[in-house]
């Protein structure tokens, strides 16, 4: 029989001359795990015990080139492995061939030498543990290759795991090194580490480790795989806030950045806030930001966890409470990108939909701040400078006073430079700013045609896009609305002509046309801009829209037929 060979096969490496003990027992327990796979019964408590064993093996492994003769310890615990292991191999023959006497009975064997192998395994920790071996005498196992299969990676990663639990802190800080680099480079190794349960727990224990480097690696470690909805109820339920916001006051600048990062992605879940906060999160997060020398890979995190943390309403109380807005506004003057975008978007949060808390952001000199990021001569980002337009929409535009601020500090100035010379996207989100807020009050549509916002909406209008084309025709639609600006408009003789020229090119069924039209029939509200329409070359383009159908065309047509250039029209108007 096959079991009988294998037995005998043990007994022979147990005998032969030259061989190492540890290697005998090394055998023994990888053909005892591969005899292991053929049992069809008790399979929960098989797998713990396979489980086990792989750990064991790879602990074995791990220390194979040490002399166990030298070291009695040793010596003896790899002579008792090997006699657990040929037990094992009595209960594993028993179950496949289902002649066991009784269930129950097979059931207490199994966890007994279940239990048998945990000694086995806290034995060997122990003695790594107390410097009897170091890991001068590892054998490293090579990591497996890109088109490995899973049992080599499983394998592999079971070999890391046997060294965080047992070996000395250099071998500890290496196994962790190697787990951050397979999780990052491979997706499949962190589907591994979930199903290898015990790593998630060692990985959270190390969080409180003493030794830093230690900690720094089991940080990134965790920041890689926190990313993965597989592995944040496992990382929640093995307690891993309360280790990550210790990390947070106490840990390197490297642990700090990596379990900020970590703590971003756990509370993408609403759910996790509150465990942030019951472990004194929010008050170690604003102490990190308003650090006085704070870093973009710092701070950008904690802003994001503290944004992901607003969203609960106690929360954000208490967030303002311990001083979050004058945080943010302070934060804004760094020039690190990361920080003013971080900074400015965690302001938009926690003062969007609240009139109390904008007026403190006012008071707290939030707006002046915001306009400063925006000024041309600072070094700001595109990207900081995108961010703070769409927070000053969000936040200043629906409150007159906010308007009357923003207008004060020059933004205005501002918007008009950014439209004239800003980046593409830049440029294009001005646009859409100015857009909004010429359409806030007649005040604010005044004080735009007095600064040039007027020229600079009409050169938008022959842009590639539709979408600026539109925003730039509403705008302007909206400017000309005030009677000032019509007439400043139509001083311009080449203002109208190229109005017209436009919707020359326009389908009868085009969407930009509408505000074309809306344009021209503003102006025809302004004598001198009448005559101009009424005398220009293209009143057959106009009667032809207005043929078929277009209502805002046959409502031009009637504004420039009325008294004096009624006869300049055919019957049109009384269709």
Known sequence: MRQENLKQEQNSQESSSGSSSIRQAIEVLSSLISFSHAIKVFAVKWQLIRSKLEELNAGLIAIEDCDSTQNPILSGMVTAIIISANGCFDLARRCVDLSYSGKLLMQSDLDVMASKFDRHLKNLSGICTAGILTH?????????????????????????????????????RQALS??????VEDDKYVRIVVEVGD??????????????DIQEEAAKVVSVISGFDSCKAALMGAGIIGP??????????????????????????????WSV???GGVTSLLKLCSSSDPSGELVGPACGVLRNLVSVDEIKRFMIEEGAVPTCIKLLRSNDEAVQISSVELLQNIAAGDESVRQLVIREGGIRALVRV??????????????????IENLCFSSASCISVLVNYGFMDQLLFFLRNGDVSVQELALKVASKLCRTSEEARKEMGDVGFMPEFLRFL?????????????????????????????????????LLQLLDHEEANSGNKKFLFSILLALTSCNSGRKKIAKSGYLKNIEKFAEAEVSDAKRLVRKLSSSRLRSMFSGLWHS
């Open 136 to 172: 001068g005498f590892a054998i490293v196992v090579s990591r497996p290759g890109a088109n490995a299969c899973k049992d080599d990676m499983r394998f592999y990663v079971r070999d890391l795991l046997t060294r965080m639990k047992i070996g000395d802190s250099d071998m500890k």
């Open 178 to 183: 190697n787990l951050y680099h397979v999780v």
């Open 199 to 212: 790593i998630v727990n060692i990985l959270v224990s190390f969080l409180d480790s003493v030794e830093i």
């Open 244 to 273: 990550l916001i210790r990390v947070l006051d106490s840990g390197s600048e490297l642990g700090k950045e990596s379990a900020a990062r970590s703590l971003r992605k756990l509370t993408e879940n609403s759910d996790n806030a």
């Open 277 to 279: 906060s019951a472990y």
């Open 374 to 391: 925006l000024d041309p001569k600072n070094s700001s980002s595109s990207k900081s400078r995108e961010t703070t337009l769409r927070a």
């Open 462 to 498: 022959d842009s590639k896009s539709p979408d600026v084309r539109e925003m730039a025709a509403e705008a302007l639609s909206s400017m000309l609305s005030v009677s000032k600006n019509r007439k400043r408009f139509v001083q311009d003789d080449c203002n109208i002509g190229f």
